[in-house]
Protein backbone atom coordinates (compact mmCIF):
# COMPACT_ATOMS: atom_id res chain seq x y z
CA UNK A 1 0.00 0.00 0.00
CA UNK A 2 1.56 3.22 -1.11
CA UNK A 3 1.25 6.69 1.16
CA UNK A 4 1.81 9.92 0.24
CA UNK A 5 2.83 12.61 1.87
CA UNK A 6 1.21 16.24 1.27
CA UNK A 7 3.09 17.53 -1.62
CA UNK A 8 3.36 13.67 -2.93
CA UNK A 9 -0.61 13.34 -2.83
CA UNK A 10 -0.77 16.85 -4.62
CA UNK A 11 1.54 15.55 -7.63
CA UNK A 12 -0.78 12.35 -7.94
CA UNK A 13 -3.69 13.97 -7.81
CA UNK A 14 -2.26 16.75 -9.67
CA UNK A 15 -4.07 19.51 -7.57
CA UNK A 16 -2.06 21.99 -5.16
CA UNK A 17 -0.62 20.44 -1.80
CA UNK A 18 -3.58 23.32 -0.63
CA UNK A 19 -6.15 21.72 -2.50
CA UNK A 20 -5.13 18.33 -0.89
CA UNK A 21 -5.20 20.06 2.59
CA UNK A 22 -8.49 21.50 2.16
CA UNK A 23 -9.85 17.88 1.11
CA UNK A 24 -8.46 16.59 4.29
CA UNK A 25 -10.29 19.70 6.85
CA UNK A 26 -13.40 19.16 5.31
CA UNK A 27 -13.12 15.48 5.71
CA UNK A 28 -13.56 14.13 2.31
CA UNK A 29 -10.08 12.37 2.23
CA UNK A 30 -9.20 10.51 5.59
CA UNK A 31 -5.40 10.54 6.35
CA UNK A 32 -2.70 8.90 9.05
CA UNK A 33 -0.65 11.00 11.54
CA UNK A 34 3.07 10.21 11.77
CA UNK A 35 4.83 10.58 15.45
CA UNK A 36 5.57 13.74 15.16
CA UNK A 37 2.07 15.04 13.77
CA UNK A 38 3.21 14.59 10.01
CA UNK A 39 -0.34 13.34 7.92
CA UNK A 40 -0.08 10.51 5.63
CA UNK A 41 -3.08 9.78 2.77
CA UNK A 42 -3.26 6.24 1.60
CA UNK A 43 -3.38 6.05 -2.05
CA UNK A 44 -6.36 3.90 -1.98
CA UNK A 45 -7.97 6.82 -0.12
CA UNK A 46 -6.72 9.31 -2.42
CA UNK A 47 -8.27 7.03 -5.56
CA UNK A 48 -12.03 6.20 -4.05
CA UNK A 49 -11.87 9.92 -3.34
CA UNK A 50 -11.14 10.78 -7.04
CA UNK A 51 -13.49 8.34 -8.61
CA UNK A 52 -16.26 9.34 -6.04
CA UNK A 53 -15.92 12.99 -7.34
CA UNK A 54 -15.17 11.93 -10.79
CA UNK A 55 -11.94 13.55 -11.16
CA UNK A 56 -9.39 11.83 -13.39
CA UNK A 57 -7.18 8.48 -11.92
CA UNK A 58 -4.00 9.84 -10.12
CA UNK A 59 -0.93 10.22 -11.57
CA UNK A 60 1.86 7.14 -11.56
CA UNK A 61 4.55 8.52 -13.53
CA UNK A 62 6.38 11.27 -11.14
CA UNK A 63 6.58 7.91 -8.49
CA UNK A 64 9.69 6.88 -9.76
CA UNK A 65 11.02 10.20 -9.75
CA UNK A 66 10.45 10.94 -5.71
CA UNK A 67 14.14 11.04 -4.55
CA UNK A 68 14.51 8.95 -1.14
CA UNK A 69 16.51 10.36 1.98
CA UNK A 70 17.22 8.49 4.95
CA UNK A 71 17.85 11.06 8.17
CA UNK A 72 20.25 9.44 10.88
CA UNK A 73 20.63 10.85 14.00
CA UNK A 74 20.11 9.66 17.65
CA UNK A 75 18.79 12.35 18.77
CA UNK A 76 14.60 12.03 17.98
CA UNK A 77 13.98 16.11 17.79
CA UNK A 78 17.02 16.70 15.35
CA UNK A 79 15.48 14.01 12.94
CA UNK A 80 12.38 15.10 13.21
CA UNK A 81 13.33 18.88 12.36
CA UNK A 82 15.23 17.91 9.52
CA UNK A 83 11.67 15.27 7.93
CA UNK A 84 9.47 18.38 8.92
CA UNK A 85 11.74 20.69 6.90
CA UNK A 86 12.35 18.37 3.47
CA UNK A 87 8.52 17.50 3.72
CA UNK A 88 7.61 20.77 3.08
CA UNK A 89 9.66 21.07 0.76
CA UNK A 90 8.57 20.99 -3.19
CA UNK A 91 10.04 17.90 -4.14
CA UNK A 92 7.73 15.71 -1.85
CA UNK A 93 10.56 13.23 -1.17
CA UNK A 94 10.23 9.77 0.18
CA UNK A 95 11.66 10.15 4.07
CA UNK A 96 13.06 7.28 6.22
CA UNK A 97 14.80 7.87 9.48
CA UNK A 98 17.06 5.90 11.60
CA UNK A 99 18.40 5.77 15.22
CA UNK A 100 22.08 4.60 14.87
CA UNK A 101 25.16 3.69 12.47
CA UNK A 102 23.37 -0.26 13.25
CA UNK A 103 19.77 1.09 11.78
CA UNK A 104 21.04 3.29 9.13
CA UNK A 105 22.91 0.01 7.40
CA UNK A 106 19.83 -2.27 7.88
CA UNK A 107 17.90 1.17 6.08
CA UNK A 108 20.43 1.52 3.16
CA UNK A 109 19.98 -1.80 2.05
CA UNK A 110 15.47 -1.78 2.68
CA UNK A 111 15.05 1.79 1.78
CA UNK A 112 17.62 2.18 -0.99
CA UNK A 113 18.05 5.95 -0.28
CA UNK A 114 19.15 8.84 -2.62
CA UNK A 115 20.86 10.88 -0.49
CA UNK A 116 21.46 10.34 3.77
CA UNK A 117 21.86 12.96 6.65
CA UNK A 118 24.27 11.87 8.85
CA UNK A 119 25.23 12.66 12.39
CA UNK A 120 28.83 11.85 13.36
CA UNK A 121 28.56 11.12 17.02
CA UNK A 122 26.31 7.96 17.47
CA UNK A 123 25.98 4.82 19.65
CA UNK A 124 26.94 2.09 18.15
CA UNK A 125 28.85 2.31 14.51
CA UNK A 126 29.55 6.01 13.93
CA UNK A 127 29.28 8.13 11.21
CA UNK A 128 32.50 8.07 9.95
CA UNK A 129 32.57 4.32 9.80
CA UNK A 130 28.82 3.99 7.65
CA UNK A 131 29.73 6.80 5.77
CA UNK A 132 33.04 4.87 4.66
CA UNK A 133 31.21 1.61 3.95
CA UNK A 134 28.75 3.26 1.75
CA UNK A 135 31.57 4.94 0.10
CA UNK A 136 33.91 1.89 -0.73
CA UNK A 137 31.27 -0.46 -1.73
CA UNK A 138 30.44 -0.37 -5.47
CA UNK A 139 26.73 -0.80 -5.05
CA UNK A 140 26.23 1.89 -2.91
CA UNK A 141 28.94 4.37 -3.64
CA UNK A 142 26.92 6.69 -5.56
CA UNK A 143 24.52 7.77 -2.72
CA UNK A 144 25.20 11.06 -1.66
CA UNK A 145 25.98 11.96 1.96
CA UNK A 146 26.00 14.99 3.97
CA UNK A 147 27.40 15.07 7.57
CA UNK A 148 25.70 16.96 10.89
CA UNK A 149 27.61 17.47 13.82
CA UNK A 150 28.21 19.37 16.69
CA UNK A 151 31.72 18.38 16.70
CA UNK A 152 32.22 19.67 13.42
CA UNK A 153 35.56 21.12 13.89
CA UNK A 154 38.25 21.11 10.20
CA UNK A 155 40.02 17.90 11.56
CA UNK A 156 36.51 15.91 11.47
CA UNK A 157 35.35 17.33 8.30
CA UNK A 158 38.61 17.07 6.68
CA UNK A 159 38.21 13.12 8.01
CA UNK A 160 34.40 13.20 6.74
CA UNK A 161 35.29 14.29 3.47
CA UNK A 162 37.87 12.01 2.90
CA UNK A 163 35.68 9.15 3.70
CA UNK A 164 33.34 10.35 1.04
CA UNK A 165 30.65 12.94 2.38
CA UNK A 166 29.69 15.32 -0.23
CA UNK A 167 28.99 18.12 2.36
CA UNK A 168 29.44 18.81 6.08
CA UNK A 169 27.12 20.94 8.23
CA UNK A 170 27.65 22.08 11.99
CA UNK A 171 24.93 21.73 14.70
CA UNK A 172 22.82 23.83 15.55
CA UNK A 173 21.21 23.13 11.66
CA UNK A 174 21.43 25.74 9.29
CA UNK A 175 17.78 24.14 8.11
CA UNK A 176 17.49 26.88 4.71
CA UNK A 177 21.53 25.90 4.00
CA UNK A 178 20.58 21.78 3.90
CA UNK A 179 17.41 22.26 2.15
CA UNK A 180 19.87 23.70 -0.72
CA UNK A 181 22.15 21.37 -0.67
CA UNK A 182 19.69 18.27 -0.34
CA UNK A 183 18.52 20.16 -4.02
CA UNK A 184 22.02 20.15 -4.94
CA UNK A 185 23.22 17.33 -4.54
CA UNK A 186 20.25 15.30 -6.04
CA UNK A 187 20.48 17.25 -9.03
CA UNK A 188 17.12 18.92 -9.00
Not at 113 to 118: E, G, Q, T
Not at 148 to 158: I, P
Not at 159 to 185: I, T, Y
Request: glycine share 4%; proline share 4%; with cysteine.
Amino acid sequence: MKIFTISQASKYCKVTPEKIIAWIENGSILTDTTTGGHRRIKRDELDHYLKEQNLPAGDYSFIDSIKKILVVDDDKIVVETIVQALEEDEHGYDLMSAADGFEAELQEKHFKPDLMILDIKMPDINGYEVCKKIKSDPETKEIKIIILSAYLDDDNKKQMMENGADACFSKPLPLPNLKQQVVKLLGL
